[in-house]
């Protein structure tokens, strides 16, 4: 379980570290690997215990005490991709206050704690701004792409 909780851990503390260094913004890319990492692990434990369901089938031999290990154990990153998938919804979303530290909606201009000017980061293009969201009801959205 050491590299799972490692992923968890480095992605906590990347939090952290980014968002004092970048000032504002947490980069969300970083979590989001993060976040892929976690998903090929449990993907390999799927693995695993597909196999393991094979080979009791095959061979007749008695798994299920390894099988539910794994079951738990799968159980237990998803709770961690959970929280991970939680905090890259937060990082696309918060703004810090360069300073107070506290985080506000993106899209606002003073910090709701005290008062300061946000300051948004020159690159902000992977970043969903309110202009960037998308107007389904205009004439951006076909009839013919229901087809
Ligand atoms: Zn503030």
Redesign the pocket.
């Known amino acids: 379980m050491g590299i799972f909780e490692d992923v968890i851990i480095n992605a906590k503390s990347f939090v952290g570290t980014v968002g004092k260094k970048a000032g504002e913004v947490v980069d969300s890319s970083k979590l989001k690997l993060a976040a892929a990492d976690l998903r090929s692990e449990i993907n390999r434990k799927y693995q695993i215990l597909g196999r393991l369901s094979f080979e009791e089938m095959s061979i007749g031999k008695d798994f299920s005490k390894p099988k539910k290990e794994l079951f738990d154990q799968i159980g237990e990153l998803k709770t961690n991709l959970d929280s991970l998938n939680d905090m890259i919804a937060s990082a696309a979303q918060k703004i810090k206050?360069?300073?107070?530290?506290?985080y506000?909606v993106k899209g606002a201009i003073f910090?709701?704690?005290?008062?300061?000017k946000?300051a948004y980061p020159e690159d902000a293009s992977e970043h969903m701004s309110p202009d960037d969201v998308i107007d389904f009801t205009e004439d951006n959205f076909d009839d013919d792409d229901l087809l």
């Not at 206050?97 to 506290?102: L, P, R, T, V």
């Not at 910090?111 to 300061?116: F, H, L, Q, S, Y």
């Open positions: 206050c360069d300073s107070c530290g506290c506000n910090c709701n704690n005290c008062g300061e946000l």
